[in-house]
């Protein structure tokens, strides 16, 4: 790969004009806590976003002071992040969330609650200096068996979706920070990780219009700042390009027929439904060619190396024909037009304008507050005989499938922390495989189980071992955290539709009988 200068004269910053426009299109992601030097040197070359993800938050403090220090660089950087609440939290990777998913919150279907959870995050975001937000997923989750989406859908319903994904983007912008409605045209009805190969849906057009695309029209109209395209096949509407590099679909579709006039942001390039076939410099090029204004990279690959070959990769499609100036020139404005919404938008969040919280018969109370009133709201509890809330220290059997990559595995979940912090003496294991129940029935000993699962319906080997331990111990306690598809038993069932931190705290105070 050739290596372009970097300087013209007359041109910006010392910049060459095109190479400039390139970086602006870039989101990249970097490791640490702090800025590295490359960082700081691409933002002061044209460099118009940065990625953030758990990796480089340690605290709000810490937030607040890379995010200004970024801005020193760049006044007008776009700071974006991958924050939907519920399972997928960058903010509060290590502990897990305040505030539950998409999918407690379709399960309330109380849409100023979705509004208000989605400003109160929002307000978090903005008071560390984040302004871009990777968010909400308005995929219809048709799939049971979708192995990526799951709890971070509102729902399998396209109208429920539609309307609270609508809610989401409204309370979101209103403090302040830019949606980015994903995952066009909707990654739902698939039974494969984009992360790891090129998933298809073969639903035909009319349904994928009826269905998946319902959310995004409602996101369009609620005014969303951004979308994120999906790595996925959709034959009705591309019969050989995945929708990132479409433009049938980004252009025909999504600017031309939905009216859609706002940023068009990729998917992370790495993940192996691109990497893994056309490669991320040449699926970048198609993906700005198609209509994408921007490239998200950074959650694997987080260096400088990787800026500058996609830099060159563009520069070269452009000096070759292959992508035109204009089109590239068009996507780079296009971000620069979204810095803009988000100065602007900065000084005017958290107004009493009718999408605040102060305008939705809110909950009152603290942020936090506010998740743990929708985490709560959100459980569906089964009992089949009169509960007597324990007394004595429980055992917590958490029976843990492999995390998908959008989740990731630093975050805790279950509800063993906030048991133990209501009945001390309650102790955790975590099992998994043909024989977690015999093992979680060994170690439990005389003690009352509490079986937490997480999409039973999706993993036989939680199903055998929900089989074990209720053969054996009938007054086992189970808890679902993710879909609920299978028929709620146990001497009591919760369902929490998600794992944040305060579904867990939600049904731990069932459990223990305080609430």
């Known amino acids: 790969m050739t290596t372009f200068a970097t300087g013209s004269p007359g ?6 004009g095109l ?8 989101q990249p992601g970097f490791t ?27 605290s709000p403090g810490q937030l607040a002071a890379l995010t200004a220090r970024l801005r020193a660089e760049h006044e007008d950087v776009l700071v974006a992040i991958d924050e939907e609440g519920g399972d997928v939290t960058r903010l509060e990777v290590r502990n897990g969330s305040s505030f539950p998913g998409n999918h407690a919150l379709g399960a309330v279907d109380d849409v100023d609650l ?17 302004d871009f937000n990777w968010a909400p997923s308005a995929d219809v989750n048709a799939n049971p068996s979708n192995p990526v989406i799951g709890v971070r ?42 992360h790891l190969s090129l998933p298809r849906i ?10 998946d695309l319902a959310p995004f029209r409602a996101a369009i109209a609620a005014g969303s700042r951004a979308m994120m395209s999906a790595h996925i096949l959709v034959p009705a509407l591309d019969p050989a390009l995945p929708a990132t590099l479409s433009r049938g679909i980004l252009t025909d579709l999504l600017r031309g027929d939905l009216g859609y006039d706002g940023l068009i942001v990729t998917d992370g390039m790495e993940m192996q439904a691109i990497a893994g076939t056309y490669g991320i410099e040449h699926g970048s090029v198609l993906a700005l060619a198609a209509g994408a204004d921007a490239i998200c990279v950074g959650g694997g690959l987080a260096d400088d190396e990787t800026v500058r070959r996609l830099r060159d990769a563009l520069v070269t499609a452009v000096r070759h024909g292959d992508l035109a100036e204009e089109r590239l020139a068009d996507a780079a404005n296009r971000v620069r037009e979204l810095a803009k919404w988000t100065r602007a938008a900065a000084g005017g969040a958290g107004r009493a304008d009718g999408t605040g919280p102060e305008a939705t018969g809110g909950t009152g109370g603290t942020e936090g507050g506010v998740g743990l009133v929708a985490a709560r709201r959100a459980l569906t509890t089964t009992v089949a005989a009169p509960y007597e809330p324990p007394t004595q220290p429980l055992y ?16 805790p979940w279950g509800v063993g922390a906030e048991l133990a912090r209501l009945l001390p003496g309650t102790e955790t294991g975590t099992f998994a495989g043909d024989s977690a129940g015999a093992s979680a029935l060994a170690v439990a000993g005389p003690r009352r189980v509490v079986a937490v699962v997480r999409d039973e319906h999706r993993h036989p080997w939680m199903t055998t071992a ?5 053969t054996t111990r009938p007054d086992t306690i189970v808890v679902e955290m993710g879909i609920p598809q299978s028929p709620p038993r146990g001497a009591l069932h919760i369902a929490t539709h998600g794992a944040a931190r305060v579904c867990g705290r939600a049904a731990a105070e069932v459990i223990a009988g305080v609430r």
């Open 466 to 470: 929900l089989d074990t331990l209720l």
């Open 11 to 16: 041109s910006p910053s010392g910049q060459d």
């Open 32 to 58: 640490g806590t702090t800025a590295p030097d490359w960082l700081l040197r691409r933002l002061g070359e044209g460099l118009a976003s940065v990625g953030l993800f758990g990796r480089n938050i340690v």
């Open 153 to 194: 859908s509102f729902g399998a319903d396209p109208d429920l979706v539609a309307r609270h994904t609508a809610a989401y983007v409204t309370g979101l912008q209103a403090a302040g920070v830019a949606a980015c409605t994903k995952h066009f045209p909707g990654h739902g009805d698939t039974a494969v990780d984009s």
């Open 114 to 130: 979705t509004r208000e959870v989605a400003f109160a995050l929002g307000r978090r975001l903005a008071e560390c200096g984040v």
């Open 202 to 211: 073969d639903a035909d057009r009319s349904l994928v219009e009826s269905r």
């Open 19 to 26: 190479a400039r426009d390139a970086l602006t299109v870039l």
């Open 396 to 411: 917590v059997a958490a029976f843990t499938p492999v995390a998908n990559i959008a989740v990731g595995d630093e975050t």
